[in-house]
Nanobody, 121 residues
Framework: VHLVESGGGLVQAGGSLRLSCAASGNTGNINARGWYRQTPGNQRELVATMLNHGGATYYDTSVKGRFTIAVDNDRVTWYLQMNSLKPEDTAVYYC???????????????WGQGTQVTVSS
């Protein structure tokens, strides 16, 4: 699965951005779609994810109520709508997909190239 993000940039605190992720390749085995972010010197952290079956979502507490993950009906494009942005949201944001290898029930992680989001105070 190949993932390409778009939509990052510079925004003032309180503003909004929408990130997009376009998936290609063997997308039929995607089990979960999501977004992570990483700041220099820190581990990549989960921001939001949506399960393929049932559509259950999870948000990190720091973004709950401000960020929304959504998936297109084609299920190969998903978004992260980010509202009320804060300077501490500044990070490189990565699109993520988890696939399941059917024969062995083995999960695999796939990542986009990352897009910079900078929130100025």
């Amino acid at each position: 699965v190949h993932l390409v993000e778009s939509g990052g940039g510079l925004v003032q605190a309180g503003g909004s951005l929408r990130l997009s992720c376009a998936a290609s390749g063997n997308t039929g085995n995607i089990n979960a779609r999501g977004w992570y972010r990483q700041t220099p010197g820190n581990q990549r952290e989960l921001v939001a994810t949506m399960l393929n079956h049932g559509g259950a979502t999870y948000y990190d507490t720091s973004v709950k109520g401000r960020f929304t993950i959504a998936v297109d009906n084609d299920r190969v494009t998903w978004y992260l709508q980010m509202n009320s942005l804060k300077p501490e949201d500044t990070a490189v944001y990565y699109c993520h997909a988890e696939t399941i290898e059917i024969s062995t029930v083995t999960p695999h992680d796939h990542w986009g190239q990352g897009t910079q989001v900078t929130v100025s105070s």
